[in-house]
């Protein structure tokens, strides 16, 4: 239960945190938006995109360990 109850959260926090994380790093693209602040005026949109890279490595983490309960409930690894 426990596996599957913080899964189910898992995947709604990290579905909805990439959906719209992906839409205002594409949208932050599409419009070539830069730093309103001092006088470098950098591109704003490579910070916003490492947030959907960051879910994405946070799933694969999440994955890793899903996949690490499962085998030990199944008697096919150790629980580390």
Partial sequence: IDVTFS????????????WRGFALAM??????E???????????????????????????AWFARVSRDVLFLLGRGDKA
């Fill in 7 to 18: 899964t189910v959260l898992f995947l709604l926090f990290a579905g909805v945190l990439a």
């Fill in 27 to 32: 949208a932050s693209y599409a419009m070539n």
């Fill in 34 to 60: 830069v730093s309103s602040t001092g006088t470098w005026d950098g591109p704003v949109w490579p910070a916003k995109f490492m947030v959907p890279i960051g879910v994405l490595l946070l799933s694969l």
